[in-house]
């Protein structure tokens, strides 16, 4: 399984398009990795977790084709996660021309919340065509199937109004958990992933919050409880790999703090167009 990180920042992007606070300022200054665009991610060059507002200029810089997408796996409907002006593009006659005589769609899996987004995407952009996108309703706990792979929807620890999404995912051999957005996962979603009866091979956690405290995202603190309570699961082992994703400027320290505090512990920091061939 491959795993490419599209982006690794946080809604505001890191450094903040707008901000002058010292971790932005530093940022900037050393580049690199420290560079940001907002997160999402794909796997095996087909099937995009999340739709960035940045993917356009994030396919063009990695060499992205995003015409051979045919799925799009949703974990919540903030705007850095679903652009719904991409869906609209997605659907709009004349935006996207077809090389098949058959109609080719995007199929887009979420909560129901996902659905009203594409909805109100649809009636918004008068040439669209609405058989360009094709909702697919998942639900908590219960696999279901996209471009070859098997996800299984947990819920997050995230936005209170909305019912968001973490994934496990799998081929039958090569096991991943992608978790972002969100805070330390409830104990109900901790039996869930332990029920599963799987063993990750890759851990990718949300570490927004950095050295602060968790709230709705995870920090330093809670990235190390997870990791430890996946072990005790017998949900991780020796071979498990940890990569820290959707850094934000609010944890006041950049990629680079980062790693130094969190590689001694296991942890890789993800950045920018970085690959993790999973096995």
Same mark, same amino acid.
């Given at each position: 399984?491959?795993?490419?990180? %599209? ?26 990795? /420290?560079? @940001? ?5 794909? %796997?095996?060059?087909?099937? !995009?977790?999340?739709?960035? *507002? ?8 990695? #060499?992205?084709?995003? #015409?051979? =997408?045919?799925?799009? =796996? ?22 996207? @021309?077809? %090389? ?16 009203? =987004? %594409? ?7 008068? /040439? ?13 706990? +219960? ?13 997050? /620890?995230?936005?209170?109004?909305? !019912? ?18 969100? #805070? +330390? *996962?409830?104990?109900? +979603? ?8 799987? =063993? ?12 602060? *405290? ?5 920090? $330093? ?6 990791? !430890? ?24 320290? $950049? ?8 590689? *001694? ?9 970085? $690959?993790?061939?999973?096995?």
């Amino acid at each position: 399984m491959k795993l490419q990180y %599209i982006g690794t920042g946080a809604a505001e992007g890191f450094p903040g398009m707008f901000c002058r606070c010292e971790a932005c300022e530093r940022a900037r200054k050393k580049g690199g990795h /420290n560079l @940001k665009t907002r997160s999402c991610a794909m %796997i095996n060059d087909r099937i !995009l977790i999340d739709l960035s *507002p940045d993917l356009y200029a994030q396919s063009l810089l990695l #060499g992205l084709e995003l #015409g051979k =997408v045919k799925d799009l =796996v949703v974990t919540h409907t903030h705007k850095d996660h679903l652009d719904s002006f991409f869906l609209e593009l997605r659907a709009k006659e004349g935006a996207v @021309k077809q %090389i098949h005589k058959e109609e080719s769609y995007l199929s887009v899996y979420g909560s129901s919340f996902v659905q009203s =987004v %594409i909805h109100k995407a649809l009636a918004e952009e008068p /040439n669209a065509r609405a058989s360009r996108l094709k909702y697919v309703p998942v639900e908590t706990g +219960t696999w279901f199937q996209a471009g070859g792979l098997s996800f299984c929807p947990l819920k997050a /620890n995230h936005k209170k109004d909305e !019912l968001c999404y973490i994934y496990a995912v799998t081929d039958g051999v090569t096991n991943l958990l992608y978790a972002n957005d969100t #805070g +330390t *996962p409830s104990a109900e +979603t901790l039996e869930l992933i332990e029920s599963l009866g799987l =063993v990750f091979h890759a851990v990718s956690m949300d570490c927004a919050r950095g050295t602060l *405290p968790g709230d709705g995202h995870m920090g $330093i603190r809670e990235n190390l409880e997870l990791k !430890l309570h996946l072990e005790q699961m017998g949900c991780a082992g020796e071979g498990t790999r940890y990569y820290l994703n959707h850094l934000s400027h609010m944890s006041g320290i $950049i990629h680079d703090d980062l790693q130094t505090l969190m590689g *001694p512990e296991g942890f890789t920091v993800a950045y920018d167009g970085m $690959i993790v061939n999973i096995k």
